[in-house]
């Protein structure tokens, strides 16, 4: 089968079907011949001398083609397959690279989306219609099709309300603590919600003060700060990868927080929901890592969490080294803010998970419970760490 036109060859075929073939000189078919057999090799499997169905979606999908819908390979082998065989061979094969040549290059992306309808249909003259991908194949402009990919997998069902829902909590026992104590700042730690749910070095006996903390605030700054970050990072998480999964990563923030803090600093009561907060920070660290291939803009959101991170924390060393009478508990931030990224890298999507990607999930999830184990261990063997300190 002819694979391009020389100059005494022409063949004339219906407008319709015209495919414009680009002009080689003998030496460059031969390389081109070669580089298609090294794919058609690599793909045949069986070495049988023919590509099944399943090889030719095997092969388009390691060219980074996504999202292709079902019995598309099919269909493409159908076009390709002259001899109606149900199978590719070299020279079918080698004349659908010519006729589909962008399928084999790293611009696949781009091809899927000509014959792939979009999530969001659009109209022929805008931006991302199929149009305008005509118009950048033939100008040769490189665009990463796969960029935006994260932001359009968002969803609003079922509905992010998994951080309004643990906000309301946190603002009902405010307010029962208000009328009960007749503090209106809200700063008394002896109200009924603070007393019962309140971290206390002394009852650590109470499992639940562990995690419960997170329901008591002090002071309207305290609270209204951490319900803003929390709604704010938590909603826009909770679009993307579901409502448990970012259940999960606050709460795993505030039980590391607590942990940590009695670990380490063994004489400080804890109240608020920092620790779930930094956890919510570092998990948007977590998917930009994840998804950094999907994701519009990833160099600037990464880089504006990183310097909040940074600024925090020096401002965090700061304060615990020259101001003695500080009462944040820093600990508890950054033992959220580890957990935060540990269990997102865990728990959060990955839309397109490469093979280091696998070895840093297994790292992620492998250091989060050896961490936890250690610190319930040594909760349940070395008591003598914390129980002196009240004597």
């Known amino acids: 089968m002819a694979a391009y036109l020389n100059n005494q060859q022409q063949v004339q075929l219906p407008p319709h079907e015209i495919i414009p073939l680009q002009r080689m000189t003998t030496r460059e078919e031969l390389d081109e011949r070669q580089r298609i057999r090294d794919i058609f090799d690599k793909y045949d499997r069986d070495h049988t001398g023919n590509l099944s169905v399943q090889e030719l979606k095997r092969m388009i999908n390691s060219r980074r083609c996504p999202d292709l819908p079902k019995g598309f390979a099919k269909k493409l082998m159908k076009a390709a397959d002259h001899n109606n065989d149900g199978y590719l061979d070299f020279e079918e094969f080698y004349q659908m690279s010519r006729e589909h040549n962008y399928l084999f290059r790293d611009m696949c992306v781009r091809y899927c989306r000509l014959v792939v309808p979009s999530r969001n249909p659009v109209a022929a003259d805008e931006p991302g219609s199929a149009s305008m991908f005509q118009r950048q194949f033939s100008t040769g402009t490189v665009i990463s099709e796969r960029d935006g990919e994260y932001e359009r997998s968002m969803t609003f069902w079922p509905p992010p309300l998994t951080m309004i829902v643990f906000s309301i909590v946190e603002i009902i026992f405010f307010v029962i603590d208000i009328i009960e104590t007749n503090n209106q700042q809200g700063t008394s730690t002896s109200g009924p919600m603070a007393t019962l749910f309140i971290y206390s070095p002394q009852l650590r006996e109470q499992a639940w003060r562990f995690v419960t903390y997170m329901f008591v605030h002090i002071g309207f700054m305290h609270i209204v700060m951490n319900l803003l970050v929390q709604i704010f990072l938590g909603v826009a998480l909770e679009l993307v990868h579901c409502w448990w999964r970012v259940a999960l990563v606050y709460l795993a923030g505030v039980l590391a927080g607590s942990m940590g803090t009695s670990i380490f600093s063994p004489r400080v009561f804890l109240a608020g929901a920092s620790g ?60 959220g803010a580890l957990a935060g990224f540990l269990v997102g890298i865990g728990v959060l999507r990955n839309l397109k998970v490469n093979r280091w990607e696998r070895y840093l999930w297994w790292c992620a999830v492998t250091i989060y419970f050896m961490l936890m184990g250690a610190g319930v261990l040594y909760h349940i063997f070395n008591p003598d760490h914390f129980y002196p300190v009240f004597a």
């Open 276 to 335: 779930g907060v930094y956890a919510l920070i570092t998990a948007h660290i977590a998917t930009i890592i994840m998804n950094w291939g999907q994701m519009e803009y990833a160099i600037v959101q990464l880089f504006v969490f990183l310097v909040f991170c940074v600024t925090d924390l020096s401002v965090s060393i700061y304060n615990s080294i020259y101001d003695p009478f500080d009462k944040v508990g820093y600990i508890a931030h950054a033992s």
